[in-house]
């Protein structure tokens, strides 16, 4: 079940609202509804937000985003439509059965901080659980907790006023977590940061995220934010939702004129994954086979190499035809392990990344997906073709690299299968 479920919802402002629905759903426009003293904020929105899903929705200012997050916060209620959180349809509960529900499934993540100066920044974390009656001894545990989560340990008994603002920041996140709701909004909770504050905030929202599995609703005007952190987005424009993707799917699928112009200045290398680029090879090799499978398998797929895979399908090492063909001259029955160490990353890792990788290396590059198995490969001239404009100078591959074709030369000392790491990197 989605934890957060919008059906055709509509808020408008203004006296009898329930007319500008009506005239909406006839093909009316906001203009036609500002002459008639009326605001069109959200216009027939629906979507769902999986659990443990950052679902961001973007816009520019006016698009609707803001309306949109108080309308799941229940602080606004629908003009049509129907909303869920959980199996709880919030148009149809009374007032106090919204505040129940924005209690034990809620909580809200402001933009300017909403830190009371008066109170010690362990004060602030623990305020939603003080006013959900949350005896101190258990609230004041659960606050340095959460406290201790955002990388603020030790700073409970400090006020607001001796932190920068990122820390504050992390003081308005610790407060949400400690609330131990499952629900997560954010209302352009970084965009009063500067640029670095902002990264390192998105950086730990993602680590807090895949931790603890909360789910979030972000709300941000800004792209390359919600293409960095966002699971998928729902892009706003007037009210409506004119697209909901994956970043892949919107920059590569833009559903309208409208998008296409939002998109078309974002850095792809950045937005890009090893993912989508990937591709299958001819074969690989278990790592339990011989030298003379490998030869027969080079034959037939006329590759320069092959990757080694071990029982659970992750990524053992390399070995090239050169080298397979000696060891079956030789009569071997061991594989002959490449010289050159795998490169191996992991599916999500940015395109503008794998140069680095890539610039390192003579074999392609090994992906792995979440569980560290095996997914593809990609060769060298892959990646360049796949960066294409969107890396005019790629500074990673400035220093002259062999062509990934072709094999090391022969008698290289066999090296062990490469470690990896818990991300599925090479060490």
């Known amino acids: 079940m989605p934890a957060i479920t919008a059906d055709g919802l509509y808020k408008i402002f203004g006296r009898r609202p329930a007319r500008g629905v009506d005239a909406l759903r006839k093909g009316g426009t906001r203009e036609q509804l500002r002459e008639d ?10 979507f769902s937000v999986e659990p443990g899903e950052i679902f961001v929705v973007m816009g520019l200012s006016g698009s609707g985003k803001s309306t949109l997050i108080r309308m799941v916060n229940g602080l606004l209620p629908a003009t049509a439509g129907e909303l869920y959180i959980g199996d709880r349809n919030l148009t149809s509960l ?5 505040r129940d529900v924005r209690r034990k499934r809620i909580s809200m993540v402001f933009q300017h901080f909403a830190l009371m100066p008066h109170r010690t920044v362990g004060e602030n974390a623990a305020y939603g659980l003080e006013v959900s009656g949350v005896n101190r001894k258990d609230r004041e545990a659960k606050a340095a907790e959460a406290l201790e989560m955002v990388g603020l340990k030790g700073w409970g008994g ?8 990122g820390m504050q920041q992390r003081v308005g996140l610790a407060r949400a977590l400690a609330a131990g709701t499952d629900i997560m909004l954010m209302d352009e909770a970084f965009s009063a940061l500067d640029p670095l504050i902002r990264r390192d905030m998105q950086d730990q929202l993602i680590d807090l995220q895949q931790r603890l599995e909360k789910t979030v609703l972000f709300i941000t005007h800004d792209l390359n934010e919600a293409m960095r952190i966002g699971d998928r987005i729902a892009m706003m424009r007037d009210g409506r939702i004119v697209q909901i993707g994956t970043s892949e799917e919107i920059l590569n699928e833009p559903a309208n004129d409208y998008v296409a112009r939002f998109i078309q200045d974002v850095d792809r290398s950045r937005v890009l994954t090893a993912e989508s680029i990937m591709e299958q090879p001819h074969e690989t090799l278990g790592i339990g086979q011989g030298p003379r499978t490998a030869h027969k398998l080079l034959r037939e797929s006329q590759a320069p190499w092959l990757v080694v895979l071990k029982r659970d399908r992750t990524p053992a090492g390399v070995v090239w035809e050169d080298d397979v063909a000696r060891a079956v001259s030789n009569g071997e029955d061991d594989l002959p392990w490449s010289a050159y160490e795998m490169p191996v990353v992991a599916h999500d890792t940015p395109i503008a990344e794998l140069f680095t990788v890539s610039a390192q290396h003579r074999t392609p590059l090994v992906v792995t997906d979440a ?7 990609i060769p060298r001239v892959t990646l360049l073709t796949a ?8 500074e990673a591959v400035a220093e002259p690299v062999p062509d990934p074709g072709a094999p090391p030369p022969s008698g290289g000392a066999p090296v062990p299968a490469p470690s990896t790491s818990e991300d599925g990197k090479a060490r």
């Open 387 to 394: 960066a294409g404009a969107a890396l005019s100078e790629p």
């Open 371 to 377: 569980e560290g198995r095996f997914a593809g490969v």
């Open 158 to 165: 400090y006020k607001p006023s001796a932190l920068s603002g």
């Open 37 to 46: 003293g009326l605001t069109a904020a959200v216009i027939d929105a629906s």
């Open 94 to 98: 009374s007032p106090a059965e919204v």
